[in-house]
């Protein structure tokens, strides 16, 4: 009689172990495959973004004429085109497609931030006024050009795969695009800033919260409190600004009579050491420097940093929120400010005001009182407290300081982030 064994699943396992084996082999030479195509991919992408922002960054910094600032470079376009095809990826030419004009793959136009961030092909070369309108408005206006984008690509020479090329991959078109956007004045670097003052935000804008170069202010450091804040002195410093305050030696250090102070960078959107109270020493100076470049007849231009200021009340502490240019038209260090001598008011002066005209203003002839005097030449140039009152217009005050913002065409300066304050800034960030 045969002596049958029962069958045995497991006798075969040898041959399943083979099978798994072969099948996990083939999985693994995939994932192989993938990882290496993936990260060779990578790298070629990289290069070409590289390419990109090279190209939008070197446009959106010559976009605008140089002493003209928002009449628009047509020469920007070739510009980007360069610095991009300068680059390669993997040895190989990166492929810009633009030959002329501002189609293709190397564009002008306009960046909104709204709705996360939209850019507008424009070829305008119109220029765009600064004074008179919002941040908010110009971020609006597609025919304010403020961008240049450009496109990098590996078409004709496409991405070589490796492991790929078993399932068909021979080859991978690729392409990257970057947006270099120019803004208004931010972060100022050194030397950007050309006297330790700063000016209040509110007091440099309309009702409408527009920049206005119509309406002149003055800086009372804080000897008037109906009077309000303008602006104070501020030691340009950001460590421990909210507590260490303002030192007057700093201070007087940072006033110079002529060229920009020698400060460090100020970073936007962070604190600034300010005070509201005054500081002698650099009030002498700084007095002493108007005088010498002016003789006080013609206005004294300034680049300062604009800060928020609690109702126009300057403490230890503002946050930087971009720059401004400012004609200082006069500095007051009469001693008796309520019966004044002749002396110590205006004479003549001659101020630039909106589209570049001209304000001229000499003392009303056969007038010898100089409270009269001056009262009528701060109506001449709309000087007027922070804070209306009976009186709008700017009282004869001790150690006063009244500018009037510039509405001139000014040279780019600082990095790109700050609001809209006349400035637009000299070096561009990428949005995009």
């Known amino acids: 009689m045969q002596n049958l064994k029962p069958y045995n699943p497991l006798s075969n396992e040898k041959g399943v172990t083979i099978v798994l084996v072969a099948i996990l082999m083939v999985v693994l030479v995939m994932f192989v495959a993938l990882a290496v195509d993936l990260g060779h991919l990578y790298v070629a992408r990289n290069e070409l973004q590289n390419a990109a922002d090279a190209g939008a960054l070197a446009g959106a910094r010559v976009l605008y004429i140089d002493g003209n600032t928002t009449i628009v470079n047509e020469g920007a376009n070739q510009e980007a085109h360069d610095a991009a095809v300068a680059n390669q990826s993997e040895n190989m030419d990166v492929e810009v497609y633009w030959t002329a004009g501002n189609t293709g793959d190397v564009q002008r136009g306009h960046w909104s931030f709204a709705d996360g961030g939209v850019f507008t092909p424009n070829p305008s070369l119109a220029a765009v006024n600064l004074v008179g309108v919002s941040t908010a408005e110009l971020d609006a206006n597609t025919d304010f050009i403020n961008a240049v984008q450009v496109t990098a690509r590996r078409q004709n020479q496409p991405v070589a795969s490796f492991f790929a090329t078993i399932f068909g ?97 100020v970073n936007l959107g962070e604190p600034i ?160």
């Open 169 to 265: 991959f021979d080859s991978f078109i690729m392409e990257a695009r970057a947006t270099g956007y120019i803004g208004f004045a931010g972060t100022l670097r050194p030397g950007d800033v050309d006297q330790p003052i700063a000016i209040c935000e509110d007091s440099i804008l309309n009702a409408d919260n527009e920049y206005d170069c119509s309406i002149g202010r003055m800086i009372n450091s804080g000897q008037n409190v109906d009077n309000n804040e303008s602006g104070g002195w501020t030691s340009l410093e950001q460590d421990g600004a909210c507590t260490g305050g303002t030192n007057a030696q700093e201070v007087r250090g940072l006033v110079t009579c002529s060229g920009s102070s020698p400060h460090p960078s």
């Open 273 to 432: 050491a300010t005070t509201g109270g005054q500081v002698e020493s650099a009030f002498q100076k700084l007095y002493d420097c108007w005088k010498a470049n002016t003789d006080g007849t013609v206005p004294w231009e300034m680049f300062l940093p604009v800060v928020t200021c609690d109702g126009n009340n300057i403490t230890t502490c503002q946050e930087l929120v971009g720059a401004v240019h400012l004609q200082v038209l006069w500095i007051n260090d009469a001693v008796n400010v309520n019966n004044p001598k002749l002396e110590d008011v205006p004479v003549s002066m001659d101020a630039t005001t909106l589209d570049g005209k001209i304000i001229s203003w000499t003392r009303p002839a056969g007038e010898t009182d100089p409270l009269k005097i001056w009262q009528n030449f701060a109506q001449k140039f709309n000087l007027q407290n922070v804070v209306q009152s009976d009186n709008p217009f700017a009282p004869f005050q001790q150690k006063a300081i009244y500018f009037l913002p510039s509405c001139e065409v000014h040279a780019q300066k600082g990095l790109t982030g700050g609001k809209n304050f006349g400035i637009l800034a000299e070096v561009p960030v990428l949005v995009d």
